[in-house]
T-cell receptor, first 115, second 113 residues
Framework: AQSVTQLDSHVSVSEGTPVLLRCNYS??????LFWYVQHPNKGLQLLLK????ATLVKGINGFEAEFKKSETSFHLTKPSAHMSDAAEYFC?????????????WGLGTSLAVNP | NAGVTQTPKFQVLKTGQSMTLQCAQD?????MYWYRQDPGMGLRLIYY???????DKGEVPNGYNVSRLNKREFSLRLESAAPSQTSVYFC????????????FGPGTRLTVL
């Protein structure tokens, strides 16, 4: 069975410093991977997705993630944090169960950005 | 193009009451999903519908029923609400095949007293 582990439940950075949110996955197949963001009291928005076309994936709001098969990782990065980046971030892997693709969700990483 | 809409946004129930959460999407997606989100537990799949006319259980189906009314609409029913069902509920939809990215509604915040 596939699974997703977000290695940090909370990350705190200063505004203007780099962001790194770590995600490892296990998969029997060539996976599809996603990062979603959830701002406080809001719904979930797709940040970026890995679709096997390129290992470095660029998303919205300056975020990017690199797929590393040898390390089974899909870490999310941003060069310079903004206050508006404070949110919950979810790493997700897509699983094929024979009938349908389902998403397997990580437990989330809460990102705090300090002025 | 509204995407995925959910009603109501907020609801307070007493233990034992019933209610239906409504979800609709206008993206012509085949698949629809209901999740619940609880602190520290991420998102857990309650039920999903791979296509019109089919529904399947997810991780936490007990205490819930669903109806895929047509391609656009997917409702979630609580027949006899319990305090353990206090949660935020999200509906999502996705297209056929491909990478199955899901598009989410704004959520329903449900409190059961």
């Amino acid at each position: 069975a596939q699974s997703v582990t977000q290695l940090d439940s909370h990350v705190s950075v200063s505004e203007g410093t780099p962001v790194l949110l770590r995600c490892n996955y296990s998969s029997s197949y060539s996976p599809s991977l996603f990062w979603y963001v959830q701002h406080p009291n809001k719904g979930l928005q797709l940040l970026l997705k890995y679709t096997s076309a390129a290992t470095l994936v660029k998303g919205i709001n300056g975020f990017e993630a690199e797929f590393k098969k040898s390390e089974t990782s899909f870490h999310l990065t941003k060069p310079s944090a903004h206050m508006s980046d404070a949110a919950e971030y979810f790493c997700v892997v897509s699983e094929w169960n024979g009938n349908n693709r389902k998403l397997i969700w990580g437990l989330g990483t809460s990102l705090a950005v300090n002025p | 193009n509204a995407g995925v809409t959910q009603t109501p946004k907020f609801q307070v129930l007493k233990t034992g009451q019933s209610m239906t959460l409504q979800c609709a999407q206008d993206m012509n997606h085949n698949s629809m999903y209901w999740y619940r989100q609880d602190p520290g537990m991420g998102l857990r799949l309650i039920y999903y519908s791979a296509s019109e006319g089919t529904t399947d259980k997810g991780e936490v189906p007990n205490g819930y029923n669903v109806s895929r009314l047509n391609k656009r609409e997917f409702s979630l029913r609580l027949e006899s609400a319990a305090p353990s069902q206090t949660s935020v509920y999200f509906c999502a939809s996705s297209g056929q095949g491909g990478y199955n990215e899901q598009f989410f509604g704004p959520g329903t915040r449900l409190t059961v007293l």
